[in-house]
């Protein structure tokens, strides 16, 4: 078994800080949560309004409704853990090591602090009068959205350096679009309010953004632009490298 280099630990300890500073920068998001439970008027008329509207149209087309459902099973946020142990075990395998602690890192925070956060808020999920759909637990902030953000960026940003440059921007697209998809079927089938995707959509962003940076700040002395992250994924010379020979991933692990 390999044993854990003084680099390892820099790493774990950049991620923990990234980590812990997500959690605090969360507290806005959790306040914006006690303000839509509790009525705050904007909110609350923007929520309601919402999923009046989509739950009017929801009863009107059962085929939309079926679809909606297979997507929120497909992009449950268990089956995307599951496919993202998945991956972070085939990057283990391959020598990826420290892009596996990365990888886990961050589904693991974005799963604490969904959780988190749900206790702390505990918003009661819309209650619609003959519901197309139904889910356990509390609506803020809906887990499919942050962990769906979470995941596939995760799995983009690892894709990326296989990926050819002029398709790199399909790859976002797509994986936006999935994104985009998962949090409308969420207010759609009347188990979210738009306010809890919203949610989870920023405590996503804020989870990913914060371990990436944690990561390319510790991977090489200069840290790059988040432009050219975003084209180039998270260690694109790890990933070629890992690819090629096992000379190259071992040097690169």
């Given amino acids: 078994m390999k044993k854990t280099t003084r680099k390892d630990r820099a790493l774990d300890r950049r991620l923990l800080l990234a980590s812990g500073a997500v959690a605090v920068a969360a507290v806005p998001v959790a306040i914006i949560g006690y303000a839509a439970s509790h009525g ?32 929120s099973t497909v992009f449950d946020p268990w089956v995307l853990r599951t496919v993202a142990a998945g991956a972070v075990v085939a990057l283990a395998v391959r020598g990826e090591r420290r892009l596996a ?12 602090l969904g959780f988190g956060l749900k206790l702390v808020v505990a918003r009661s999920r819309p209650a619609l009068p003959d519901p197309v759909s ?41 994986g936006g679009s999935i994104v ?13 309010y738009v306010s809890d995707v919203v949610a989870g959509w920023l405590v996503g962003a804020g989870v990913l ?3 990436v940076l944690a990561f390319d700040t ?11 992250i975003l084209k180039e994924g998270v260690d694109p010379e790890g990933t070629r490298a890992a690819s090629t020979s096992p000379q190259q991933r071992s040097e690169t692990s």
């Fill in 40 to 71: 705050w008027g904007p909110l609350h008329r923007l929520d309601s309004g919402a999923a009046t509207n989509l739950h009017a149209w929801a009863l009107s087309q059962p085929g939309a409704v079926r679809f909606l459902e297979g997507v």
């Fill in 101 to 112: 602690r990365w990888a886990a890192t961050t589904v693991v925070v974005a799963g604490a």
């Fill in 134 to 174: 139904n889910a356990p637990g509390s609506s803020f902030p809906s887990g499919h959205a942050l962990n769906s953000f979470v995941i596939i960026g995760t799995f983009v940003l690892l894709a990326l350096p296989a990926i050819p440059a002029r398709w790199r921007p399909v790859a976002w697209v797509v």
């Fill in 180 to 192: 985009l998809l998962v949090g409308f079927a969420r207010v759609a089938l009347g188990v979210h």
């Fill in 209 to 211: 953004g914060a371990t």
């Fill in 218 to 228: 510790w991977r090489r002395p200069q840290r790059r632009p988040v432009k050219r």
